[in-house]
């Protein structure tokens, strides 16, 4: 009896699921098609019928990161959809410590300048989604120069964290990033007021 279309769509989701957690985790280099085969529970042989080499399951388990990583978050932050919250909760030691899904934009930022133009262009697409989000969340009167802005100390505040051994330190770096960019939000509204 064939497999059904959705064990084959069920499948294929274990691969990318797995490989997202994995790859966040480890960096591309540190994982393997047989770990991530094993990690979802699958046989090596399966990975070929979905996917045509690591680098593809890479390009594609990014964006799944992303959007689990998203999710998460707004679990995380308790459904709330103040941007200073957001901040918060993105630039916490709960995220930098893998306490919550790993967004792939921080978590990745070294592999990703190491990859094919594929993978490249994922990662490209998602700092678009996330700057976009981020002057969504950030009111009407955010500029894309100052989402692009608000997005990279984010992004490079988390990543500097995660990389730093003083953990007194990596909190300070974290918290710098909040405070900057709370004092930014109160400067705009008085100069809009």
């Not at 499948?11 to 994982?31: C, H, I, M, P, Q």
């Not at 998602?126 to 002057?135: G, L, N, S, W």
């Not at 984010?154 to 405070?179: K, N, T, Y």
Request: negative net charge; glycine residues 6%.
């Amino acid at each position: 009896m064939p497999w059904s279309p959705n064990h084959k769509l069920a499948t294929r989701e274990r691969l990318l699921t797995s490989a997202a957690k994995l790859f966040t985790n480890f960096g591309y280099d540190n994982v393997g098609i047989d770990e991530i085969t094993s990690d979802a529970g699958l046989t090596r042989g399966v990975f070929y019928r979905y996917f045509s080499s690591k680098s593809e399951l890479y390009a594609e388990s990014i964006l799944q990161a992303g959007q689990f990583s998203a999710n998460q978050m707004k679990n995380a932050c308790s459904g709330e959809d103040n941007f200073q919250e957001q901040i918060k909760c993105y630039l916490s030691s709960a995220h930098r410590d893998g306490e919550q899904a790993h967004c792939p934009l921080a978590f990745l930022i070294t592999d990703i300048a190491h990859r094919n133009s594929e993978v490249r262009q994922t990662y490209t697409q998602m700092f678009e989604k996330f700057v976009e989000k981020t002057r969504s969340h950030g009111g009407s009167k955010m500029s894309r120069e100052r989402a692009i802005q608000h997005s990279v100390m984010m992004i490079g505040g988390l990543a500097l964290s995660r990389a730093l051994s003083d953990e007194a330190l990596s909190d300070e770096v974290l918290q710098s990033c909040i405070e900057s960019m709370r004092e930014e939000a109160i400067q705009d509204s008085e100069f809009v007021a």
